[in-house]
């Protein structure tokens, strides 16, 4: 078929990294009206952005979400406009719109997690600190199994929170996810560093020991010692 023909193409061309050609390739895909246009809007959304054309990216993926609503990668151009509003051009505004379009449109999506992830940090960056808070608990509480991203939330919470509360969190966190345990070492144990250093040594000391008592095979546990 002439239309899957000019996709291929489009293919080889963004393989080898030859972006403007692929890009032409897949505007005649659309142009033929047929099949593949969702594909090739996300295709060329990827091009652009290796371009570093950023606005003309999201401009593609943003063609993909308005006139494709049944395909399979809409969720995945949201993520991706979501991405460079806010990390690229510097947009929170949009960045939390896309992200939260995702969440509320595909809350069983395997990225549903990075966009409240994403929802946080726009809503941080706009000022709003009690949703980003929010946000980040709603990684933990409903997608903790993803390591990545709740890891993500607890780093931005350390410092979002009083010590108390972030230690509750942490715990609560662990006691409901225990297969996750192994990934927290390093956040239990500069954690612990970070209260020593603070003064808060009652903190200190209940890290500390949570860290010599579930690590019990990690390198750092002397200097926790010491430290407790």
């Keep these: 078929m002439i239309v899957d023909a000019h996709a291929r193409v489009g293919d080889c061309y963004f393989l080898k990294k030859n972006y403007n050609s692929a890009i032409t390739y897949y505007q005649k895909v659309i142009g033929f009206r047929y099949a593949f246009g969702d594909y090739s809007y996300y295709q060329m959304g990827e091009a652009y952005y290796r371009l570093r054309k950023y606005k003309s990216s999201v401009s593609n993926f943003g063609k993909l979400v308005s ?20 990390n ?9 719109k896309y992200a939260k379009q995702l969440v509320t449109e595909y ?19 706009l000022g ?61 144990l500069n954690t612990g560093k970070e209260r020593y250093f603070a003064g808060n040594y009652s903190s200190a000391v209940s890290q500390f020991s949570t860290y010599i008592k579930d690590y019990k095979n990690e390198i750092g546990r002397a200097s926790c010692r010491e430290r407790v």
Excluded: C, H
Excluded at 88 to 96: E, G, I, R, T, V
Excluded at 107 to 125: D, G, H, T, V, W
């Design 67 to 86: 006139g494709f609503r049944k395909s399979a990668f809409r969720d995945n151009a949201l993520d991706r406009m979501a991405d460079i509003y806010g």
């Design 88 to 96: 690229w051009l510097k947009d929170n505004n949009n960045s939390y």
């Design 107 to 125: 809350p069983r999506s395997p990225l549903a997690s990075i966009s409240y992830n994403r929802m946080a940090i726009a809503s941080y960056n």
């Design 128 to 188: 709003r600190k009690a949703d980003a808070v929010k946000y980040y608990k709603k990684v933990l509480s409903d997608y903790g199994g993803d390591k990545e991203n709740a890891q993500l939330a607890l780093d931005n919470l350390k410092s979002l929170v009083t010590a108390a509360e972030f230690d509750k969190i942490l715990k609560d966190y662990r006691k409901s996810n225990p297969n996750m345990n192994e990934n927290l070492a390093d956040l239990v």
